[in-house]
């Protein structure tokens, strides 16, 4: 299947940008997975400040720049890739296509691109990656405890996959739809931790949910017990940021969970250039959060990002096509990248960064 | 009845934020009753700016700080509260439950915070805090004259309550709803002082209305008559705030009264800073106006408040199921504050105010 | 009559404010008509421009202030009002109610204060000032030439007008409504005097109308041949209102026409602080532009305006009841300057522009 | 035809300004030439911000200036021109009327005014020259290779056309809508010169389209080949504008193509006096983006543009009445832009930029 994927130029009638496949997507889905699909926290303020701060920047174009044999390439951690846009993890794929996480790891690797399969995922790691025919990037939930944590870490070590994403800012668990009876989080030991009994007048969140997550002694412990490239995802602050890769992580990833966690948080990309400032001379720096098209990608690049993570979209081609449609997907938004970039005058993601021409 | 009203957790299906209680509360209300709450004064403009102002400011997550064992506690005037979301003085509650102010104090003190009683409350102060069980806090308005008001203090202080919140922004008498017959202000002496008779020429305002409203010289002679902790309600210049603590009162309350008296004031928030600037180190400092939820209490403390007060949110719950409707209400916007306080890494108030996490 | 209209309180029911008398006086006027009042030139930003300016100034309250005894009086050229609202010259009032000029007129010195005839008045000036029984100000046009417009002039001067409002900002003739024939400009010497014959190639503004517009010299003129106080009306530029005291005139109007000039010139409200700061030592600066209420009125006097002229908010008035509308709309507007001094803390006019009371 | 055009007042009843004719035009043509008259990049964020970018930008009134005797002439290479207005190039001007560019030619000439011919007219470029009788101007877009280039500008410059504009801002061909059969770029040899075969895993972009895009080599070899006057249009970026003239172009156009090249990119207003502050000294600038009015061309001339580009306003001319329609569009705008000066005190087009009378 690999090869129609790869090659893949233009599937669906209609379809010009990633965008056009959400009006596929929907009437395939059940209301409520789309609702769980699209939703962002309490009344949106956190999704629209992503979409408002992408939108404030602005491409100033410059011509006549020889950009002759340019390419979207990238190594990362030594792995090279065709383009720098990843797949975010997202759970539960299979609640959008029957082939679930399986159908967008050969998409991503077809697309000579990566995915990041997610904790949450509904098919066991080791059939993604098979699926997939080469290494994916694994996205990790502190499983509670740092036993459980380490085991589910050490599975998708052993299945192949090639980099840890440290999820941290999410700790506490997200309401989540309604699974249907065979959609579950496949890969995680069941029971799940139980959360502490509480006293009266305990915090369900200090003296509950939050014992169960992770903090920064967790995460030197992790790094010493990880020798994978680690990344943290889910970073807004410098100090933070700094902390991060003081701690030996080599890289992390400029999030606020795509909106979906805490309402009222920034705009991720009002929150990247401080922490480009203060990490990017060491440290590998992922952007995530309302990617919809190359020319988002090119701002985020330009702003001081070495890649970006695109998250509903590539559900959006998943639901309407399956593999055909995530591949098209990443497909129309590496052209894109590639016409933002020749209209700008970069030939390749350094100049993008190295290029004057972001306009706020 | 408070062992109900402390242990609950959800009572109404469907509900999951105190706004989810406002579509239960209208259904309830005369549509007169209903424009009384929600309005505010002229085009609404103080209402928007308030709204404004809390979405302009925004929260940065910090993950992976150690809250274990967090809390919300706070200690205002020597009095131990399990939260900083005290409930705000609001005229005739009977309007919106026959319990009227009785319920919300019963659901504040079961729910281990505070409520300040209106001047204009529509049950006898010494009803309301016998079946709060509890010492309440009193809202005093200036009834004309120092006699007539000090009576009315007097009255407050000996029935039990434990501080006295003095309301200066709001001098001149509101239009109001037409009351029905069974609600008045029943704890006011009647007839109330009637307006000075006015010569040909003569203002309304200035001669009439201003001449009963109190000023400096009103309030350092109530600061002497007044041994309970004594709080100025409605300041918004910073001059104001320093003149206030300067004249010996305990605190004030940063408030632009819910954008219910003058169109095209600031929002509060914005006022705030400057006030925190000037005073915190030497009073107390609550704010009050718009808050609907807990990161909107969450802002207002990490911009330097002590404590926050809510208004219309809880007379939702009032209206649509009386004393549970209020003690659910708190416990939802505490359940937010604490989880945000989670998110952003602040284990408890003070950590709040110190957290570099406010982005704007 | 000026008995009811001195005395007036409150005429109409439901008319708690001015914009109140907007839906009254609609349905009482032709399509036309209406449209002629209400528009704005071009896309109506200037307009908007108006609104948002003021919109954007906000008042503090200050409470506390002893504003007992307070007033919103003041003296302008000798005379003393009771207070600062004046009403705008405004062409053609028999388009709107058969009493025309002479029924604002009668409203607004009967409330205490000034009205300024327009050169385009539908009723001869004589005939203004004996409805009114008192001095009237008198706005005029430039005629084309230094002879017609002095003795345009001279006339009003004549009949007992007090001071002489020289508008300049709208030179070239505005399209206007068909006028119904019993209305007219009947103090203008008819015909008027005809635009120059334009040769091929010439300008019809350059070499047309233009040619009939005053300049700095024609001002330089008419201050010579006036004794009276002289005023300008239209300047936004500080350079022009220095050039203009410079010149020896008494005062100035902030004015963008209401927006019925030029569509995308600035709020007339932002560029009154910089003619303040300049000119407001040596002259009298009255504001117009966009006042709607008394809060917008207090607004401009912060920023340093001596007095402001209401507009359109009279003529709805005006429509709506005649004479007692006018005076009707007069009231409403001082009480809620009043009101709004009240609670801005501040007692008459010197202590608003002093009180640090807008947050911009 | 050249007398009516040049006489012309007003044709069109109900047309007072170049956007009346929208909607004349629109009933005219076929929904998909309407939309790709019309329609902007992507979701049209760049056409807003051409929008937003003008209204900005605002006009302060200069009264009492002399201004009789005013014009808006001006010179252009040696060539007078009555006023700065010209046409800028459009393709297929077929497609919105069956006169097509010789009717917009004609109209240019006959205001006394320029019109741009683009390289994708859909008449020949010398029956388009002689319907106007004038030297006209001449868009020139790059052929693929220099030879095929060359040979079109040489073919523009022996019909008589007077300066070549070549623009660079749109390098890769623009979806454009399914041509009629009886319209085409009949001036382009056909068949354009192929794209160069793919390898696997190149790119379409950077190995395909921009193969055939020019380089600044290329524009050098252009300046050296072509002696008449040399502008390039599509600048936003003040360093390539400052390389553009040092490579000896005599000017530039600051320009996004209307918005239809790159979505996100800035409003070409934005970018203006950046690059006039840069080389304004030295070259020729002209603004194309967004003017809708003489207001418009007002704000870009006080900005620091010579002269500025008309773009859709005068296609709606054209569909809705030929060459009249144009003349008439551009003797509006013509219009609007004098009585805008002489509201501003400014009697020629270098009073307009030495004016303090933009504000921001």
Redesign the interface.
């Known amino acids: 299947m690999s090869e129609p994927l790869a090659k893949l130029q233009s599937t669906a009638p209609g379809v010009h ?1 990633a965008a056009d496949y959400l009006s596929f997507a929907q009437p395939r889905l059940t209301a409520e997975t789309w609702h769980y699909l699209e939703g962002g926290s ?1 009344s949106g ?1 956190a999704m629209q ?1 992503n979409r408002h701060a992408l ?1 404030a920047a ?15 390439k990238l190594k990362l951690f030594g792995q090279q890739f ?1 383009h720098p846009l990843l797949l975010a993890p997202i759970a539960y794929q299979r609640l959008f296509h029957h082939q679930g996480e399986a159908a967008s790891a050969m998409a991503a690797n077809a697309q000579c691109g990566q995915m990041v399969v997610s904790s949450l995922a509904s098919q066991t790691l080791e059939s993604i990656i098979e699926a997939a025919g080469q290494a994916l990037w694994f996205q990790l939930y502190w499983q509670g405890d740092r036993q459980r944590t380490l085991q589910l870490a050490k599975r998708a070590i052993a299945a192949g996959y090639g980099a840890i994403l440290f999820t ?2 999410a ?2 668990k997200q309401a989540v739809m309604q699974l249907p009876e065979d959609v579950s989080a496949v890969n995680l030991e069941q029971p799940a931790l139980p959360l502490p009994a509480l006293h009266a ?1 305990q ?5 509950g ?3 169960q ?7 030197a412990w992790l790094r010493d017990e990880i020798s994978l490239p680690l990344l ?1 995802k ?4 410098a ?2 940021a700094e ?1 991060i890769i003081n701690a030996g992580c080599d890289g992390l990833v400029v999030s ?1 969970h795509g909106g979906r ?6 705009g991720s990309l ?2 990247l250039p401080k922490i480009v400032q203060r990490v990017s001379a060491k440290a590998t720096i992922l952007f995530d959060s309302g990617i919809r ?1 190359g ?1 988002d990608a090119f ?1 985020a690049l330009a702003l001081g990002a070495d890649a970006v993570m695109i998250g509903r979209p590539y559900i959006w081609g998943l639901a309407a096509s399956g593999a055909l449609g995530v591949a098209h997907v990443i497909r129309l938004m590496r ?1 894109e990248l ?6 700008a005058g970069t ?1 390749d993601l350094p100049a993008i960064r190295a290029g ?2 972001i ?1 706020k």
Chains 1, 2, 3, 4 share one sequence.
């Open positions: 940008t309490g303020m400040a939108d602005r491409i100033i174009t410059r011509p006549l720049a020889d950009v002759r044999g340019g390419s979207t065709e941290v800012d700790p506490v007048g915090s369900s969140v200090f003296d949910w939050m014992v997550a992770p903090d920064w002694d967790d995460l943290v889910g970073v807004l602050h100090d933070d902390k606020n966690v805490l309402d009222g948080v920034p009002e929150m098209n020319q701002k052209d590639e016409m933002t970039m020749a209209l030939k004057k021409c306009f």
